[in-house]
T-cell receptor, first 113, second 112 residues
Framework: DAMVIQNPRYQVTQFGKPVTLSCSQT?????MYWYQQKSSQAPKLLFHYYDKDFNNEADTPDNFQSRRPNTSFCFLDIRSPGLGDAAMYLC????????????FGDGTRLSIL | DAKTTQPNSMESNEEEPVHLPCNHSTISGTDYIHWYRQLPSQGPEYVIH???SNVNNRMASLAIAEDRKSSTLILHRATLRDAAVYYCILRDVGNAGNMLTFGGGTRLMVKP
């Protein structure tokens, strides 16, 4: 059974139209992450939550924001998507203890028209 | 985080062992070596990790050089399902957020 669930698997939006991607987890993990993976590239960390404590990577554009209303859910908001934001967006979770593995969802592939 | 170097791609025959190398010459004493793989159209999945000693689990084995400047992920019998991109990642034990910095990875192709 999937433990990190991302919906939808495919999302299409228009240039400049706000879009929200969602992630839920059944693992009760404290830490949740959002990664961006462009075609033929490795995943790149955008930000992560340690419980409700939000941690942004230094080079994550302001256009990307996130919300975590409770332990189970986390959202990625792209305020004004540009063509360069077309990518796979991956959500992952991890337990708090050191050296715990990350558990990934299967991602949402975002297309921009 | 210290950097890793992996071959861009490797080929293997089905049911044969596969040795995926990773160089990490600038590894520090507190860096753990983690391996993840990403199958087509899926998110990455954890494979194995280790510090100094060789490690085995149901998916693979991890052989770590004595000077820790390189490691090898070993798949004992490759199957078609093992075709994926394999990422070798160093993670400092002090990395409280368990964060991962992915490098280029090795694309493994398995021939029937």
């Amino acid at each position: 059974d999937a433990m990190v669930i991302q919906n939808p698997r495919y999302q299409v939006t228009q240039f400049g139209k706000p879009v929200t991607l969602s992630c839920s987890q059944t693992l009760n993990h404290n830490v949740m992450y959002w990664y961006q993976q462009k075609s033929s590239q490795a995943p790149k960390l955008l930000f992560h939550y340690y419980d409700k404590d939000f941690n942004n990577e230094a080079d994550t554009p302001d256009n990307f924001q996130s919300r975590r209303p409770n332990t189970s859910f986390c959202f990625l908001d792209i305020r004004s998507p540009g063509l360069g934001d077309a990518a796979m967006y991956l959500c992952a979770t991890s337990a708090l203890s050191r050296n715990q593995p990350q558990h990934f969802g299967d991602g949402t592939r975002l297309s921009i028209l | 985080d210290a950097k890793t170097t992996q071959p861009n791609s490797m080929e293997s025959n089905e049911e044969e062992p596969v040795h995926l190398p990773c160089n990490h010459s600038t590894i520090s004493g507190t860096d753990y070596i983690h391996w993840y793989r990403q199958l087509p159209s899926q998110g990455p999945e954890y494979v194995i990790h280790g510090l100094t000693s060789n490690v085995n689990n149901r998916m693979a084995s991890l052989a770590i050089a004595e000077d820790r400047k390189s490691s090898t992920l070993i798949l004992h019998r490759a199957t078609l399902r093992d075709a994926a991109v394999y990422y070798c990642i160093l993670r400092d034990v002090g990395n409280a957020g368990n964060m991962l910095t992915f490098g280029g990875g090795t694309r493994l192709m398995v021939k029937p």
